[in-house]
């Protein structure tokens, strides 16, 4: 049930661009992306709930193809703020509540 | 608005020991709440949920149990710690809507186990 995300770790200079993954073996029907700093809990970006849909944060933006099971996190133009860990998390129903299962995460660093 | 406290923030503790961490969340009611656990460059890894009062589900058999004696308290516990416990704890609430259940994380507890 653990999505899988690449890349694992990724290193950038301040205004490049990058893209992380997240994949699942089974059909999704939620994804969740946060972003832990060092040493700190991770914080929510967004959540995206249906195929097809796209989401944007300031410079950082989501979609979400359902029929492949994978979601994509995109960092444009980065800024030093955005290094961290981001994680994506796949919602799991289960009797009628839901709990999240996150990936291992892609530690994203961007440099001056 | 809600809030959500976690504590202690740092503990170090040597093998055998037991162990308590709490939660506690305001301002809202009938949370789902979660303890998640994140090794030294891990990724998080649920290890309870709840979604009420005596309701725990258990995600990884290991040496840690969790319970739930009011609507916005949760608590991890060991009887005896073993060197694998060290960790980051994150306890989170999330709201109850399967699909938008988006969670709000605690500051953490750092254990070391020496």
């Known amino acids: 049930q653990q999505p899988v995300q690449s890349p694992q770790a990724v290193i950038l200079r301040e205004g490049e661009d990058a893209v992380i993954n997240c994949s699942s073996s089974?059909?999704?029907?939620?994804v969740h992306w946060y972003r832990q700093k060092h040493g700190e809990a991770p914080v929510f970006l967004m959540i995206l709930l249906k195929g097809g849909e796209q989401k944007g944060h300031e410079k950082i933006s989501a979609s979400f193809n359902e029929k492949k099971q994978q979601s994509s996190l995109y960092l444009t133009a980065s800024q030093l703020s955005y290094s961290g860990t981001y994680f994506c998390g796949t919602g799991v129903s289960q009797g009628g509540s839901e709990k999240l299962v996150f990936g291992k995460g892609t530690k994203l660093t961007v440099n001056p | 608005s809600q809030t959500i406290h976690q504590w202690p923030a740092t503990l170090v503790q040597p093998v055998g020991s037991p162990l308590s961490l709490e939660c506690t969340v305001e301002?809202?009611?009938?949370?789902?709440l979660y303890w998640y656990r994140q090794a030294a460059g891990r990724g998080l890894q649920l290890l309870f949920y709840?979604?009420?009062?005596?309701?725990i589900s258990s995600e990884v058999p290991q040496n840690l149990s969790a319970s739930r004696p009011q609507d916005r308290q949760f608590i991890l516990s060991s009887k005896k710690l073993l060197l694998s416990d060290s960790g980051f704890y994150l306890c989170?609430?999330?709201?109850?809507?399967?699909?938008?259940?988006?969670?709000?994380f605690g500051a953490g507890s750092r254990l070391t186990v020496l």
């Open positions: 989170a609430w999330g709201a109850l809507r399967p699909g938008a259940n988006v969670l709000t």
């Open positions: 709840s979604v009420g009062i005596g309701q």
């Open positions: 301002g809202t009611s009938n949370p789902n």
């Open positions: 089974k059909a999704l029907y939620s």
